[in-house]
């Protein structure tokens, strides 16, 4: 098998895995590993039903998942939701990968700016009782959390996967790339700007964009998209 194959990223579905499931029957992969903003109707499960059990499948989070109730349940509560790899790294056929979902929110923190609210708890603490006993509202937890970037930090890795974009990009953020160079990562894959390309930033970190329901490999090759596809 073509070494550059064995893991694939999958670029915002927005309800059309198509591209996806094309790719994974097409080259075989050891695993895929999907880049947010699902749009889920049903859980996580039902659309790629075809190719579970062919290939690992993981996934990180995007903005789109926090949209509504059933969106958050379709991927959190879903037989997938321990494929998550948000902020942890993960072997994943034998490379070290690490997931970073949902985005930067500038009522939580935006970088550069300093953090809003250093972690969680204080955000909570400062609310009425109503959204204390509720629980945090769904956007503040897309909010990537000032806190848990920099414990992600300390880690280490191969790979990054986020869904924002770092300073490769002119809608990214530095932050991600001092993520990346922190953790000793050599390549960034990242959804979210719905653009397939490829550039190198700072410590020669190896960035890859990839494009809604596109499907791109280890070299940051596009292998399968929607007009491939008939979408």
């Given at each position: 098998m073509d070494v550059s194959k064995k893991i694939l990223f999958a670029g915002d579905p927005h309800g059309n895995f ?8 097409q080259h075989k992969p050891e695993a895929v590993v999907l880049l947010g903003d699902y749009d889920l109707e049903t ?151 719905h653009e397939n390309y490829a550039k190198v930033i700072k410590h020669n970190i190896q960035v890859f964009g990839v ?21």
């Amino acid at each position: 098998m073509d070494v550059s194959k064995k893991i694939l990223f999958a670029g915002d579905p927005h309800g059309n895995f198509r591209p996806l499931i094309n790719a994974v029957h097409q080259h075989k992969p050891e695993a895929v590993v999907l880049l947010g903003d699902y749009d889920l109707e049903t859980p996580l499960e039902n659309p790629l039903q075809e190719i579970i059990g062919r290939t690992e499948i993981w996934w990180i989070a995007g903005n789109h998942d926090f949209e509504t109730p059933d969106k958050h349940r379709n991927l959190f509560h879903s037989a997938l939701a321990d494929k998550g790899l948000h902020l942890k790294v993960t072997d994943i056929a034998g490379i070290r990968i690490a997931g970073l979902g949902g985005i930067f929110l500038g009522r939580v923190w935006y970088p550069p700016q300093m953090p809003k609210w250093v972690n969680k708890q204080q955000y909570i603490n400062a609310q009425r009782m109503h959204i204390r006993m509720g629980g945090m509202p769904l956007k503040y937890q897309c909010a990537i959390w000032h806190d848990e970037f920099h414990a992600l930090a300390r880690l280490k890795a191969d790979i990054l996967v986020t869904h924002e974009a770092p300073g490769s990009h002119k809608h990214g953020f530095q932050a991600i790339g001092e993520l990346a160079s922190a953790m000793g990562v050599k390549q960034i894959f990242h959804g979210h700007l719905h653009e397939n390309y490829a550039k190198v930033i700072k410590h020669n970190i190896q960035v890859f964009g990839v494009a809604n329901a596109a499907v791109t490999d280890l070299a940051g090759n596009t292998v399968s998209d929607c007009r491939a596809s008939g979408y």
